[in-house]
């Protein structure tokens, strides 16, 4: 849908004076507009006039907020210039040539249609065009003059003043405005020969990086003041500018080496900023302890207290304070003297100061103090020995050839050694955190996992600190081994798999015991010698991985003996890893290639199938039978209307040809769908004989007698739930379930019953595989293949309650786990001749009545809610909470819904009839979809007083009947279609119509979806428009957004997927009720 502006001639009228836009009309009848580009909410043109001027739109919707020109006029003026409505006569046109493109719907319902993000064309020409408007600005000049006025009100220690200006500097008058219009990118006045003006000005590499600290001070101005209430603002005081220290160093880094005016008590002196500090500090030994001196310290003036700014000559020198020369600055001016004398423990404390004093570039060690001390690095010398069950350690530290007591800071030495005591401290904290006792001089170290975290996390560390010295008792402690572990795969026959494990040189129950500690992820395994054995190699931790998948009862000794399914499973989820591990795996690794890469194999279709397929079909014919003859399961999610229905029939006819057995294939569908595969199946695979199961019971006792005579058995979820019995002795080669969200519950007796079905292979058709939550999902692997995601227990706790917690891991490894399994395409990613899908969303408000009646109501359950949930606790009030909901839903439909003899309007009722009166009239053919058949019953008596002939399904209409309605419409025989939710969700093709309304939201967005899809899908040959209705203020804006925002749950598990309502927390469906 393109863009619509909200412009007519009363706003244009009001906008400027007839002249300006009789001009700017003609500027637009010549052709003057040149170039326009839409972005977001902006429109950006070029309008020819003696020149080229840029004009800026801001809209806000469809309404116009602001526009800008660079021409003379409006940089002088600030009014709407001719090029400005040249612009806006141009977008008037493109509403009047576009009428017949937008839905023409109420002036304040258009406002509701949802905008579309720029696309990256479109940013690019953004980027473009304010490149060309930025390139021909002027750069103007700017002077600065600082002042260190001497006196410190809140920290500032200096203060800025700046002029402005092109040929002729300006002062500037006021910091903030100046700023602040700026921002805006709105002209500030000078004086009557010069105005900055953002559209036409623009400053230089250095001064814009001034502007850019203005901005961040104009900021905190504008917090502080809305932090305080009577806060006055203190950095920008009219034309001065305050600055403490922070923001003073910051304008100097900025300066860099551009020249300021610096105002001293007697005189202005040109002066430049310069970061490299003028000074050179020796320390050296005096007769009674250490000095420094300086022979420039006092060449310069400090421009403030605490010295971060020192005048030399015309240069102020910025201070580092980060820098140990710092603090001897301020004290050599603090004592207005170059030298300071330290002496007793004062000189001691900076003798070990020395080494940091020595990182400062300005600072040197004398020759008399660099003589007598030692600065040698530290090393460490450890002897260790057998004590006990444990080990005992001798610990010495090392300076050059003099050995330092590790446990007195004392020295006796006569010279002065720094000590490095940091580094002494966090060797004697390594020992200390992995459990050594210290007795005396002497170290000790018990139990065995201490041990282990010494020997493999502390020693390599030490060694490289020193040396460390081990007695023939203890030696072979510290050679710490992995083991060599050899494994592989092979068939135990049936269903049935083994892994089999060796390590070299330890006994298969040692190895069992070795792999139990593996699987619990311990660090090492003790072996009855004595020698310890790391389990911390990456293939031991990888090996790990895949053993937690797996139950310690599936360990048996040194072998593994697992379903198919779950190798497929364990393979799938470590495939990088198992076959580096695991022998034989990339055979199976292989059987999962071909499912992701079916695409590519050469498998040719059944040449008894009457169909043309598409491409993707025939690639999702070759997924379905490279799994059914590697005898596993997968779930078929394309999009509603892709034909899952055709690629499974495909299926059946190679299930024929390779089953030797002769087994039949069994099909469960709902209830209206049955006779539709029958009827699919002799159009497209007329040569596979068919059986359908339904009836009465004993005809349907009758008709499964005759099972294995035919090719494919079909009867639905019903049927199957009461005749389990008749299907249980026979043994399919494939099981299909169509729509198989009928078994997302598995403790349904749905789920139940088809999962006692003995096959070869299961399949299950859905596009929606995951409605509520993970659960559903593994319900549904639990069918195709029982095991793959473990027992529901296990799921539950590895993936569905992290990834409903946020957990992105969690989510990530069940995407990888199950993609093989799940074929997923939409309409969008396969069918690019399919044409377009609006979707749009009208808000409207309630009658004035109506809004009594639901507020009145929602005051008054909210009170009884809170009060039931305080006694009876919120899962106890469930029902009662489902039922309010329900009837505040009926209520933004139509009040009359549940309050009987209502004689007033419903908001939505009357946007429908204008909207149907329109669509009709243009010819447009609606379905026109409701969850509550009462509202189609009084929608039907409105259609009755328009005249519009309608047809009607909802979920009791007979299966019998279904057919002929939607013939008769598709036909042309009405041109409005009502639909319940049960009647309209699935199974029909319906587009003869070009446009779907949903008059109230469904709690379930996939289950909408699959509704809208009712048009839009293989055969439409129109644009599809779908309207969503949605009464402002109320419950179902509420839910709106909360699906909005629980949408993409499913959707980063598949790819796409619904929220309902019993997946909101508590704390979600009370907020509901709040008005």
Same mark, same amino acid.
């Not at 135990?492 to 190895?511: F, P, V, W, Y």
């Not at 580096?580 to 992701?596: C, G, H, P, W």
């Not at 409903?804 to 490894?813: I, R």
């Not at 609606?926 to 009607?952: D, E, G, P, R």
């Given at each position: 849908?393109?863009?619509?502006?909200?412009?007519?001639?009363?706003?244009?009228?009001?906008?400027?004076?007839?002249?300006?836009?009789?001009?700017?009309?003609?500027?637009?009848?010549?052709?003057?507009?040149?170039?326009?580009?839409?972005?977001?909410?902006?429109?950006?043109?070029?309008?020819?006039?003696?020149?080229?001027?840029?004009?800026?739109?801001?809209?806000?919707?469809?309404?116009?907020?602001?526009?800008?020109?660079?021409?003379?006029?409006?940089?002088?003026?600030?009014?709407?210039?001719?090029?400005?409505?040249?612009?806006?006569?141009?977008?008037?046109?493109?509403?009047?040539?576009?009428?017949?493109?937008?839905?023409?719907?109420?002036?304040?319902?258009?406002?509701?249609?949802?905008?579309?993000?720029?696309?990256?064309?479109?940013?690019?020409?953004?980027?473009?065009?304010?490149?060309?408007?930025?390139?021909?600005?002027?750069?103007?000049?700017?002077?600065?003059?600082?002042?260190?006025?001497?006196?410190?009100?809140?920290?500032?220690?200096?203060?800025?003043?700046?002029?402005?200006?092109?040929?002729?500097?300006?002062?500037?008058?006021?910091?903030?405005?100046?700023?602040?219009?700026?921002?805006?990118?709105?002209?500030?006045?000078?004086?009557?020969?010069?105005?900055?003006?953002?559209?036409?000005?623009?400053?230089?590499?250095?001064?814009?990086?001034?502007?850019?600290?203005?901005?961040?001070?104009?900021?905190?101005?504008?917090?502080?003041?809305?932090?305080?209430?009577?806060?006055?603002?203190?950095?920008?005081?009219?034309?001065?500018?305050?600055?403490?220290?922070?923001?003073?160093?910051?304008?100097?880094?900025?300066?860099?080496?551009?020249?300021?005016?610096?105002?001293?008590?007697?005189?202005?002196?040109?002066?430049?900023?310069?970061?490299?500090?003028?000074?050179?500090?020796?320390?050296?030994?005096?007769?009674?302890?250490?000095?420094?001196?300086?022979?420039?310290?006092?060449?310069?003036?400090?421009?403030?207290?605490?010295?971060?700014?020192?005048?030399?000559?015309?240069?102020?020198?910025?201070?580092?304070?980060?820098?140990?020369?710092?603090?001897?600055?301020?004290?050599?001016?603090?004592?207005?003297?170059?030298?300071?004398?330290?002496?007793?423990?004062?000189?001691?404390?900076?003798?070990?100061?020395?080494?940091?004093?020595?990182?400062?570039?300005?600072?040197?060690?004398?020759?008399?103090?660099?003589?007598?001390?030692?600065?040698?690095?530290?090393?460490?010398?450890?002897?260790?020995?057998?004590?006990?069950?444990?080990?005992?350690?001798?610990?010495?530290?090392?300076?050059?050839?003099?050995?330092?007591?590790?446990?007195?800071?004392?020295?006796?030495?006569?010279?002065?050694?720094?000590?490095?005591?940091?580094?002494?401290?966090?060797?004697?904290?390594?020992?200390?955190?992995? +459990?050594?006792? =210290?007795?005396?001089?002497? #170290?000790?170290? %018990? *139990?065995? &996992?201490?041990?282990?975290?010494? /020997?493999? @996390?502390?020693?390599?560390?030490?060694?490289?600190?020193?040396?460390?010295?081990?007695?023939?008792?203890?030696?072979?402690?510290?050679?710490?081994?992995?083991?060599?572990?050899?494994?592989?795969?092979?068939?135990?026959?049936?269903?049935?798999?083994?892994?089999?494990?060796?390590?070299?040189?330890?006994?298969?129950?040692?190895?069992?015991?070795?792999?139990?500690?593996?699987?619990?992820?311990?660090?090492?395994?003790?072996?009855?010698?004595?020698?310890?054995?790391?389990?911390?190699?990456?293939?031991?931790?990888?090996?790990?991985?895949?053993?937690?998948?797996?139950?310690?009862?599936?360990?048996?000794?040194?072998?593994?003996?697992?379903?198919?399914?779950?190798?497929?499973?364990?393979? +799938?989820?470590? =495939?990088?890893?198992?076959? #580096?591990?695991? %022998? *034989?795996? &990339?055979?199976?690794?292989?059987? /999962?290639? @071909?499912?992701?890469?079916?695409?590519?194999?050469?498998?040719?279709?059944?040449?008894?199938?009457?169909?043309?397929?598409?491409?993707?079909?025939?690639?999702?014919?070759?997924?379905?039978?490279?799994?059914?003859?590697?005898?596993?399961?997968?779930?078929?999610?394309?999009?509603?209307?892709?034909?899952?229905?055709?690629?499974?029939?495909?299926?059946?006819?190679?299930?024929?040809?390779?089953?030797?057995?002769?087994?039949?294939?069994?099909?469960?569908?709902?209830?209206?769908?049955?006779?539709?595969?029958?009827?699919?199946?002799?159009?497209?695979?007329?040569?596979?004989?068919?059986?359908?199961?339904?009836?009465?019971?004993?005809?349907?006792?009758?008709?499964?007698?005759?099972?294995?005579?035919?090719?494919?058995?079909?009867?639905?979820?019903?049927?199957?739930?009461? &005749?389990?019995?008749?299907?249980?002795?026979?043994?399919?080669?494939?099981?299909?379930?169509?729509?198989?969200?009928?078994?997302?519950?598995?403790?349904?007796?749905?789920?139940?019953?088809?999962?006692?079905?003995?096959?070869?292979?299961?399949?299950?058709?859905?596009?929606?595989?995951?409605?509520?939550?993970?659960?559903?999902?593994?319900?549904?692997?639990?069918?195709?293949?029982?095991?793959?995601?473990?027992?529901?227990?296990?799921?539950?706790?590895?993936?569905?309650?992290?990834?409903?917690?946020?957990?992105?891991?969690?989510?990530?490894?069940?995407?990888?786990?199950?993609?093989?399994?799940?074929?997923?395409?939409?309409?969008?990613?396969?069918?690019?001749?399919?044409?377009?899908?609006?979707?749009?969303?009208?808000?409207?408000?309630?009658?004035?009545?109506?809004?009594?009646?639901?507020?009145?109501?929602?005051?008054?359950?909210?009170?009884?809610?809170?009060?039931?949930?305080?006694?009876?606790?919120?899962?106890?009030?469930?029902?009662?909470?489902?039922?309010?909901?329900?009837?505040?839903?009926?209520?933004?439909?139509?009040?009359?819904?549940?309050?009987?003899?209502?004689?007033?309007?419903?908001?939505?009722?009357?946007?429908?009839?204008?909207?149907?009166?329109?669509?009709?009239?243009?010819?447009?053919?609606?379905?026109?979809?409701?969850?509550?058949?009462?509202?189609?019953?009084?929608?039907?008596?409105?259609?009755?007083?328009?005249?519009?002939?309608?047809?009607?399904?909802?979920?009791?209409?007979?299966?019998?009947?279904?057919?002929?309605?939607?013939?008769?419409?598709?036909?042309?025989?009405?041109?409005?279609?009502?639909?319940?939710?049960?009647?309209?969700?699935?199974?029909?093709?319906?587009?003869?119509?070009?446009?779907?309304?949903?008059?109230?939201?469904?709690?379930?967005?996939?289950?909408?979806?699959?509704?809208?899809?009712?048009?839009?899908?293989?055969?439409?040959?129109?644009?599809?428009?779908?309207?969503?209705?949605?009464?402002?203020?109320?419950?179902?804006?509420?839910?709106?957004?909360?699906?909005?925002?629980?949408?993409?749950?499913?959707?980063?598990?598949?790819?796409?997927?619904?929220?309902?309502?019993?997946?909101?927390?508590?704390?979600?469906?009370?907020?509901?009720?709040?008005?």
């Amino acid at each position: 849908m393109k863009r619509v502006f909200f412009i007519n001639d009363r706003i244009l009228s009001q906008l400027a004076p007839v002249a300006i836009r009789e001009r700017g009309l003609d500027y637009f009848k010549n052709g003057a507009v040149k170039k326009v580009f839409f972005v977001d909410d902006k429109v950006y043109a070029i309008v020819s006039g003696e020149k080229d001027y840029q004009v800026i739109l801001y809209f806000r919707g469809q309404h116009l907020q602001s526009a800008l020109c660079n021409c003379p006029y409006f940089t002088q003026n600030g009014e709407v210039c001719k090029h400005i409505m040249a612009v806006l006569y141009y977008l008037q046109n493109i509403n009047v040539s576009n009428k017949v493109e937008k839905v023409d719907v109420k002036e304040d319902l258009i406002k509701k249609l949802l905008q579309r993000r720029a696309n990256i064309e479109d940013r690019v020409l953004d980027e473009l065009l304010s490149f060309d408007i930025n390139k021909n600005k002027k750069i103007v000049q700017m002077n600065y003059e600082i002042e260190f006025p001497g006196h410190y009100d809140f920290n500032f220690i200096a203060v800025m003043r700046m002029k402005i200006g092109l040929e002729r500097m300006y002062s500037m008058r006021n910091y903030y405005e100046f700023t602040q219009n700026y921002l805006l990118k709105k002209p500030y006045e000078f004086g009557k020969l010069f105005t900055f003006n953002p559209l036409l000005h623009d400053f230089g590499k250095r001064d814009r990086k001034i502007m850019d600290i203005l901005l961040e001070i104009y900021r905190l101005e504008n917090s502080l003041e809305g932090v305080a209430p009577y806060y006055s603002r203190i950095f920008m005081k009219g034309k001065n500018l305050n600055l403490n220290v922070h923001f003073l160093k910051k304008i100097a880094s900025a300066l860099g080496e551009k020249g300021f005016s610096l105002c001293m008590p007697q005189k202005t002196i040109d002066a430049h900023f310069e970061f490299k500090m003028p000074f050179s500090i020796v320390v050296d030994r005096s007769e009674d302890g250490i000095y420094m001196k300086s022979g420039e310290a006092l060449d310069g003036v400090p421009l403030d207290r605490n010295c971060n700014f020192i005048l030399k000559g015309d240069t102020v020198f910025v201070t580092d304070e980060s820098d140990p020369v710092y603090p001897l600055i301020k004290g050599f001016y603090a004592k207005s003297s170059p030298e300071l004398n330290f002496s007793g423990e004062s000189s001691k404390k900076l003798f070990h100061l020395l080494p940091s004093l020595e990182k400062s570039p300005y600072i040197t060690v004398g020759q008399n103090l660099n003589a007598l001390y030692v600065k040698k690095p530290l090393k460490i010398q450890m002897h260790i020995d057998k004590y006990k069950q444990g080990i005992s350690a001798e610990l010495k530290f090392m300076y050059g050839g003099q050995q330092m007591d590790p446990f007195d800071e004392k020295s006796n030495s006569s010279y002065l050694i720094i000590r490095e005591y940091d580094k002494e401290q966090h060797v004697k904290k390594l020992l200390s955190d992995c +459990g050594f006792i =210290r007795k005396k001089n002497m #170290l000790y170290l %018990e *139990n065995d &996992d201490n041990i282990y975290t010494f /020997i493999k @996390d502390v020693v390599p560390r030490l060694a490289n600190m020193g040396d460390l010295f081990y007695s023939s008792a203890v030696k072979h402690l510290f050679s710490l081994k992995s083991p060599k572990i050899k494994s592989s795969i092979k068939s135990l026959g049936g269903n049935l798999m083994e892994i089999d494990i060796d390590m070299a040189g330890i006994d298969r129950k040692t190895a069992g015991e070795i792999l139990k500690f593996i699987r619990e992820k311990k660090r090492f395994f003790k072996l009855k010698s004595g020698e310890i054995i790391s389990l911390e190699d990456e293939n031991v931790k990888k090996l790990g991985d895949i053993l937690s998948d797996i139950s310690k009862e599936e360990i048996k000794g040194s072998s593994i003996s697992l379903s198919k399914y779950r190798m497929m499973g364990i393979l +799938g989820k470590y =495939r990088a890893d198992a076959p #580096l591990l695991i %022998e *034989n795996a &990339d055979s199976l690794n292989k059987v /999962i290639d @071909d499912i992701i890469d079916s695409r590519n194999l050469k498998i040719e279709l059944p040449r008894d199938l009457k169909a043309n397929m598409r491409e993707y079909q025939v690639t999702g014919y070759k997924w379905l039978s490279v799994l059914a003859n590697n005898g596993l399961g997968g779930i078929l999610a394309d999009d509603m209307g892709l034909g899952k229905t055709l690629q499974a029939i495909a299926l059946l006819l190679m299930a024929r040809k390779k089953n030797a057995a002769h087994e039949p294939s069994l099909v469960v569908a709902p209830s209206t769908l049955i006779y539709n595969w029958e009827s699919e199946i002799k159009k497209f695979a007329p040569s596979l004989k068919t059986l359908v199961v339904a009836g009465s019971r004993s005809a349907r006792i009758s008709l499964a007698e005759s099972i294995p005579e035919y090719d494919v058995i079909i009867t639905s979820y019903p049927l199957i739930r009461n &005749d389990i019995e008749l299907y249980e002795r026979h043994k399919f080669y494939c099981c299909i379930l169509d729509e198989a969200q009928h078994i997302k519950n598995f403790e349904s007796l749905n789920a139940k019953s088809v999962k006692n079905i003995i096959s070869r292979a299961r399949f299950a058709l859905t596009g929606t595989p995951m409605e509520n939550s993970p659960g559903e999902l593994w319900s549904i692997f639990d069918f195709i293949m029982p095991g793959y995601l473990h027992s529901y227990k296990k799921f539950r706790e590895n993936y569905q309650k992290p990834i409903l917690e946020g957990n992105d891991k969690a989510l990530q490894e069940l995407r990888k786990l199950i993609a093989p399994f799940v074929l997923r395409r939409t309409k969008k990613e396969v069918l690019r001749e399919l044409p377009e899908k609006i979707e749009t969303t009208l808000t409207v408000d309630m009658t004035p009545q109506q809004k009594k009646i639901y507020q009145a109501y929602l005051m008054k359950v909210k009170e009884e809610l809170e009060e039931r949930i305080e006694e009876e606790g919120y899962e106890n009030s469930r029902m009662h909470i489902f039922s309010a909901l329900l009837r505040l839903r009926q209520l933004c439909c139509h009040p009359a819904l549940f309050i009987e003899n209502y004689k007033g309007e419903s908001g939505k009722m009357e946007l429908l009839q204008e909207l149907l009166d329109e669509l009709v009239t243009a010819g447009h053919r609606v379905l026109l979809f409701s969850q509550f058949t009462s509202m189609l019953s009084l929608i039907k008596k409105m259609l009755h007083k328009m005249n519009i002939k309608y047809a009607y399904m909802e979920g009791s209409t007979a299966v019998s009947e279904r057919k002929k309605i939607v013939s008769d419409f598709n036909n042309g025989a009405q041109k409005v279609f009502l639909l319940s939710l049960k009647a309209g969700g699935v199974g029909l093709n319906l587009t003869s119509a070009d446009t779907v309304i949903h008059f109230d939201p469904w709690w379930n967005p996939a289950a909408e979806e699959q509704a809208s899809d009712r048009a839009y899908r293989i055969g439409q040959q129109n644009n599809v428009q779908v309207f969503r209705l949605i009464t402002r203020g109320t419950i179902e804006e509420k839910i709106d957004e909360l699906q909005r925002k629980k949408k993409d749950l499913v959707g980063s598990i598949i790819t796409e997927g619904e929220v309902f309502i019993n997946s909101l927390t508590r704390e979600e469906v009370m907020e509901l009720f709040k008005s």
